[in-house]
């Protein structure tokens, strides 16, 4: 059977690596523990919450017409967002806290038993579902605002999924995508520096053949009805111990496009 008939047999969970899958949900609680395996995700993630607040409040007036301030306590209130391969909902809950409308996704059950149990500690409200983009899709489901951030890199069929994702995206929303680039210094860094020299993250996580260029990803998102209007580089700082925008896109970037 053809590779393409196997992923139409397996319906909703097309793009689903099932290996990834069962990799990340064996993480159980770690996925919490800002010392443990997901350090790097959360010394990461103001970095990817100051990215996709500043560019939503850009692009999105508020209740009242006017431009949305990002410093306001709520600056995403009224809006819809998808957040897509959510994991243990480490970006789903900080992005509802400021205000969004925030359904989050995972094919994995584990995962979400996670997140629906941080956000009820935590007094967040969130949407967690056990699903696939693909599902949503079939549904009929649309948003303001879809996040899939450090994912396109362990589906199975990147450009069907970037296009599934453009397509939950409601007219005049936004997507926002954040992998790996496809050089040899992410492969020096992300893969034999993060994964067997510093152990950042659990040796396996990451297979360099499925990091993606930004030019492969901005076709792929083209296709999907999605116009990037902006990329911007994630470099970490060892001295600081932070990551940082940066125009360096050699390895960890960012970008995000608009639905017509």
């Known amino acids: 059977m053809a590779e393409a008939d196997r992923r139409a047999d397996r319906g909703d969970r097309a793009s689903v690596d099932e290996a990834d899958v069962a990799r990340f949900e064996a993480l159980g609680d770690d996925w919490w523990a800002e010392r443990g395996s997901m350090a790097p995700l959360h010394k990461l993630n103001p970095v990817r919450i100051g990215y996709i607040r500043d560019h939503i409040c850009a692009h999105f007036a508020d209740a009242t017409g006017r431009p949305r301030d990002p410093r306001a306590p709520a600056p995403l209130a009224g809006l819809t967002l998808l957040d897509i391969g959510c994991g243990g909902g480490i970006l789903a809950e900080p992005l509802a806290k400021i205000g969004a409308s925030?359904?989050?996704?995972?094919?994995?059950?584990?995962?979400?038993?996670?997140?629906?149990?941080?956000?009820?500690?935590?007094?967040?409200?969130?949407?967690?579902?056990?699903?696939?983009?693909?599902?949503?899709?079939a549904a009929g489901e649309r948003y303001d605002v879809v996040t899939a951030m450090e994912v396109v890199e362990h589906v199975t069929d990147m450009r069907a999924f970037v296009a599934t994702c453009?397509?939950?995206?409601?007219?005049?929303?936004?997507?926002?995508?954040?992998?790996?680039?496809?050089?040899?210094?992410?492969?020096?860094?992300?893969?034999?520096?993060?994964?067997?020299?510093?152990?950042?993250?659990?040796?396996?996580?990451?297979?360099?053949?499925?990091?993606?260029?930004?030019?492969?990803?901005?076709?792929?998102?083209?296709?999907?009805?999605?116009?990037?209007?902006?990329?911007?580089?994630?470099?970490?700082?060892?001295?600081?111990?932070?990551?940082?925008?940066?125009?360096?896109?050699?390895?960890?970037?960012?970008?995000?496009?608009?639905?017509?």
């Open 102 to 137: 925030v359904t989050g996704v995972d094919p994995a059950p584990g995962n979400i038993h996670i997140a629906q149990r941080h956000a009820q500690e935590s007094g967040v409200t969130v949407d967690y579902r056990a699903t696939t983009a693909e599902a949503l899709l």
């Open 166 to 260: 453009g397509k939950v995206v409601a007219p005049g929303g936004l997507l926002f995508m954040a992998t790996l680039n496809r050089t040899l210094k992410s492969f020096a860094l992300a893969i034999v520096g993060a994964e067997y020299v510093l152990r950042w993250v659990p040796q396996g996580t990451h297979q360099w053949e499925k990091f993606v260029t930004p030019k492969e990803l901005e076709a792929a998102m083209r296709g999907g009805g999605v116009e990037v209007f902006d990329i911007a580089g994630v470099t970490y700082n060892p001295l600081r111990d932070r990551w940082g925008k940066s125009r360096d896109v050699d390895v960890n970037y960012m970008c995000v496009g608009r639905v017509g």
